[in-house]
T-cell receptor
Framework: KQEVTQIPAALSVPEGENLVLNCSFT??????LQWFRQDPGKGLTSLLL?????REQTSGRLNASLDKSSGRSTLYIAASQPGDSATYLC???????????????FGKGTKLSVKP | NAGVTQTPKFQVLKTGQSMTLQCAQD?????MSWYRQDPGMGLRLIHY???????DQGEVPNGYNVSRSTTEDFPLRLLSAAPSQTSVYFC?????????????FGQGTRLTVV
C-alpha cells in the first residue's frame, strides 16, 4: 500500500529564510504529484501540480520538484513571509484504489510557522 | 467563480441519525471524490466517481453511500451516524481521472456526532 511521509512535521523559521519541505512515497510508481496549502479551519488550496512527464513546477516564490526514481518530492519556498504560515500537504496519484489516477494519497503535512 | 461548493459547513448529529453532505462543482469535471480528515491520520479517500452513474469505494467506505446522477453533484450520505464519523469532510473534483489534472477542493464540512 502506498504511504506518504512528510518531513518535518512542523517547522518554525524567521521571516526571510529560504526553506525546503520534503515528501516521500513508499511506492515510486507515482503518476502525478500535487502540493496543497491548508490554513486552519479551511479547505485545501492547490499550489503546484507536477504532471507525470514533468520534473518540476514553479509559481512565484514556490518551486516543487519530483524525483520518480527515488519517490521523493520537495517544495522550496524562497524568502518566506508570515503569510506563508499554514500546513503544507503533498499528495500523489498512483495505482492504488483500483488504478484511478484521480485518487490522491496524502501525507500528513508539514505545519509551517514563519515569525516576523 | 464558485468551484467546489460544500454544504453545510458545520453539522452536529446524534448517534443513529442520517444525513447527506452536499457537494457541487461548476467546472464540468468528470472526476469527484470525498475525503475525511482526522487529526494524526491525514486525508483518507471515502468514495470516488469517474463520471455520472459511476462510483467506487476508497480506503474508508464503511458507513457511507454515494451516488452520481449528474456531472455537477456528488452527495455523501451517512446512513446511521456514529461518533467515529466525527471528522472534517472534503469534496474534491478534477477534469478527469486520467493523467495530470489538477484537483480542486471544497471548504469542508465539519461534522460532530454525539
Amino acid at each position: 500500500k502506498q504511504e506518504v511521509t512528510q518531513i518535518p512535521a512542523a517547522l518554525s523559521v524567521p521571516e526571510g529564510e529560504n526553506l525546503v519541505l520534503n515528501c516521500s512515497f513508499t511506492d515510486s510508481a507515482i503518476y502525478n504529484l500535487q502540493w496543497f496549502r491548508q490554513d486552519p479551519g479551511k479547505g485545501l488550496t492547490s499550489l503546484l501540480l507536477i504532471q507525470s512527464s514533468q520534473r518540476e513546477q514553479t509559481s512565484g516564490r514556490l518551486n516543487a520538484s519530483l524525483d520518480k526514481s527515488s519517490g521523493r518530492s520537495t517544495l522550496y519556498i524562497a524568502a518566506s513571509q508570515p503569510g506563508d504560515s499554514a500546513t503544507y500537504l503533498c499528495a500523489g496519484t498512483g495505482r492504488d484504489y483500483g488504478g484511478s489516477q484521480g485518487n490522491l494519497i496524502f501525507g500528513k503535512g508539514t505545519k509551517l510557522s514563519v515569525k516576523p | 467563480n464558485a468551484g467546489v461548493t460544500q454544504t453545510p459547513k458545520f453539522q452536529v448529529l446524534k448517534t443513529g441519525q442520517s444525513m447527506t453532505l452536499q457537494c457541487a462543482q461548476d467546472m464540468n469535471h468528470e472526476y469527484m471524490s470525498w475525503y475525511r480528515q482526522d487529526p494524526g491520520m491525514g486525508l483518507r479517500l471515502i468514495h470516488y466517481s469517474v463520471g455520472a452513474g459511476i462510483t467506487d469505494q476508497g480506503e474508508v467506505p464503511n458507513g457511507y453511500n454515494v451516488s452520481r446522477s449528474t456531472t455537477e453533484d456528488f452527495p455523501l450520505r451517512l446512513l446511521s451516524a456514529a461518533p467515529s464519523q466525527t471528522s472534517v469532510y472534503f469534496c474534491a473534483s478534477s477534469y478527469s481521472d486520467r493523467g495530470g489534472t489538477e484537483a480542486f477542493f471544497g471548504q469542508g464540512t465539519r461534522l460532530t456526532v454525539v
